[in-house]
């Protein structure tokens, strides 16, 4: 069993800036593909940003690419999400996601490749 613990969230003016962290549990971690998705109300939950266990691969969601960045530090067992140039659009409930399957892909970007979830952080950007 993993668990997932998202924090960072808040309130930010439009062109702002915010850095989510998800802790996580389970010593097995470094192994683990991350992913952060994010729900608006009334919407789909939308794929933002993943990223391979050792850092070598990352992708990102069209709509954030160039402003927003993934980076994990497998000693802490976080895995964090640097938001820049942050736009009205971007508000929504944001989730840390954790794929425990082995990986034979460089991105996954379905909440299907997923096995746990956090309970997700809100991220509000105020025009």
């Known amino acids: 069993q993993v668990q997932l613990v998202e924090s960072g969230g808040g309130l930010v003016q439009a062109g702002g800036s915010l850095r989510l962290s998800c802790a996580a549990s389970?010593?097995?971690?470094?192994?683990?593909?991350m992913g952060w998705f994010r729900q608006a109300p009334g919407k789909e939950r939308e794929f933002v940003a993943a990223?391979?266990?050792?850092?070598?691969?990352?992708s990102y969601g069209d709509s954030v690419m160039g402003r927003f960045t993934i980076s994990r530090d497998n000693a802490k067992n976080t895995v964090y999400l640097q938001m820049n140039s942050l736009k009205p659009e971007d508000t929504a409930a944001y989730y840390c996601?954790?794929?425990?399957?082995?990986?034979?892909?460089?991105?996954?970007?379905?909440?299907?490749?997923?096995?746990?979830w956090g309970q997700g952080t809100q991220v509000t950007v105020s025009s």
């Open positions: 996601a954790a794929r425990t399957r082995f990986s034979t892909r460089a991105a996954y970007q379905s909440t299907y490749d997923y096995d746990y």
């Open positions: 389970g010593r097995a971690f470094s192994t683990y593909f």
């Open positions: 990223m391979s266990w050792s850092g070598e691969y990352r």
